[in-house]
């Protein structure tokens, strides 16, 4: 059985870090392209990052790109999202997913919570 | 970046009865090479993840009822579910795959009973 389980998330001030994991269980995990997907409650999800199996060929949208970085450790089947400089608008449930042929998001992670605010 | 429009807001529906939610693409998601529609739709219950249910606009994803459908191609799109079941209940949502990054999502159709 699949499974995604995030974890990091929390309060932090305007301006902090923060370090997103997701570890992964019941797949190869290093067969996978994985993605972070966030969502402010209430609203539709907005994709933030993709990385390919091999953790090559990051990329991010653009409202994070300069601020956040993706990796992944695949001999600790674990993904992760480096937050930098963290905004108000970065609030949002965290969730990350696993790539089907890149770039169908076919099991997603329960999420984390990150809240931006002093 | 591909703008995903989709309609109605929120829509109620009876139990058994069909639920039809649309999806526009602000550009086409079909890609002439492999003539697979480069869209997606997922169902999102309260506290919980979006679930995968059809993707290349038609395919049903793993476990899912075939009281779901998908259909169209090009910019126009629909989810169907054939007869409502009260665990339907949920927001909805399509996807676009075909320019991504960023991948872009519609901002959702809530389906009540």
């Known amino acids: 059985e699949v499974q995604l389980e995030e974890s990091g998330g929390g309060l932090v001030q305007p301006g902090g870090s923060l370090r997103l994991s997701c570890a992964a269980s019941g797949f190869t995990f290093s067969d996978y392209w994985m993605h972070w997907v966030r969502q402010v409650p209430g609203k539709g999800p907005v994709w933030v990052s993709r990385i390919n199996g091999d953790g090559g060929s990051p990329s991010y949208a653009d409202s994070v790109k300069g601020r956040f970085t993706i990796s992944r450790d695949n001999a600790q089947n674990t993904l992760y999202l480096q937050m930098n400089n963290l905004r108000a608008e970065d609030t949002a449930v965290y969730y990350c997913?696993?790539?089907?042929?890149?770039?169908?998001?076919?099991?997603w992670g329960q999420g984390t919570l990150v809240i931006v605010s002093s | 970046d591909i703008v995903m429009t989709q309609s109605p807001d929120s829509l109620a529906v009876s139990l058994g009865e069909r639920a039809t939610i649309n999806c526009k693409s602000s550009?086409?998601?079909?890609?002439?090479?492999?003539?697979?529609?480069?869209l997606a739709w997922y169902q999102q219950k309260p506290g919980q993840p979006p679930k995968l249910l059809i993707y290349?606009?038609?395919t049903r994803g793993s476990g899912v009822p075939d009281r779901f459908s998908g259909s169209g191609s090009g910019t126009d799109f629909t989810l169907t579910i054939s007869s409502l079941q009260a665990e339907d209940v949920a927001v909805y949502y399509c996807?676009?795959?075909?320019?991504?990054?960023?991948?872009?999502f519609g901002h959702g159709t809530q389906v009540e009973i």
């Open positions: 550009q086409s998601v079909l890609y002439s090479s492999n003539n697979k529609n480069y």
């Open positions: 997913a696993r790539a089907n042929e890149g770039v169908i998001t076919d099991y």
């Open positions: 996807q676009q795959y075909y320019t991504a990054p960023p991948w872009t």
């Open positions: 290349w606009a038609s």
